[in-house]
């Protein structure tokens, strides 16, 4: 299995403020040790009617459909649901790529309490789990949690979102230049 970590040690090619200099999977604060937040999502592309893949449009920046784990579920459960719950596209229309699973580690502000406490401001790790899908047929977009969407020819490199997008791109592009793309 093609498993790419392109970002586990020095990050300061990187930019942004989820990127102090180098990347991390746990974070001590005092005595506590911080589990990583876990996020999975999944990259999608389509053949039709050019090689494309698929952004959400957030008010500040373009996004995976992506979200957190659930307790008991798998990553792939993970992915193909929050691609379910943000797209609306089903995981029956489409197919993961078995040989590719990219991770990303980095830094997220605060994390939820209970209500009537405030956030807190302290950086949590954060660790992203993205599959390599392919679209076997249309299927129409239907928005629940952002402003749009938009499908991105192919055409690397790419320079979309430098912190996650772009190297997630990156990462594709050498699989499929080891591996080829998968034709459906």
């Known amino acids: ?34 589990e990583p ?15 494309s893949f698929l952004l959400m449009r957030h008010a500040d920046r373009w996004d995976l ?9 798998s990553e792939v459960q993970c ?27 980095y830094l997220v502000p605060g994390h939820a309490q209970p209500p009537g406490r405030e956030a807190s401001k302290q950086l949590r790790p954060k660790q992203l789990v993205v599959f ?3 679209l076997l047929r249309p299927a129409p977009i239907r928005l629940s949690e952002h402003l749009g969407s938009e499908w991105f020819r192919w055409a ?5 979102q430098p912190q996650t997008i772009d190297t997630l791109l990156a990462s594709v592009a050498q699989f499929w230049d080891e591996q080829g793309p998968k034709e459906s």
Do not use: W, Y
């Open 65 to 73: 459909p992506k979200g957190h784990l659930d307790p008991g579920e």
């Open 79 to 105: 992915a193909l649901r929050e691609l379910e719950e943000e797209s609306g596209i089903q995981a029956g229309d489409v197919r993961l790529d078995p040989g590719f699973r990219f991770t990303i580690n």
């Open 37 to 51: 937040i876990k996020a999975c999502g999944v990259l999608l592309f389509r053949r039709e009617p050019e090689l």
């Open 156 to 160: 690397p490199p790419h320079a979309i």
């Open 132 to 134: 390599l899908g392919q």
């Open 1 to 34: 299995m093609h498993r790419v970590s392109p970002v586990r040690g020095d990050c300061r090619g990187l930019s942004g403020p989820f990127f102090q200099g180098k990347l991390i999977v746990a974070m001590e604060f005092g005595k506590e040790q911080m």
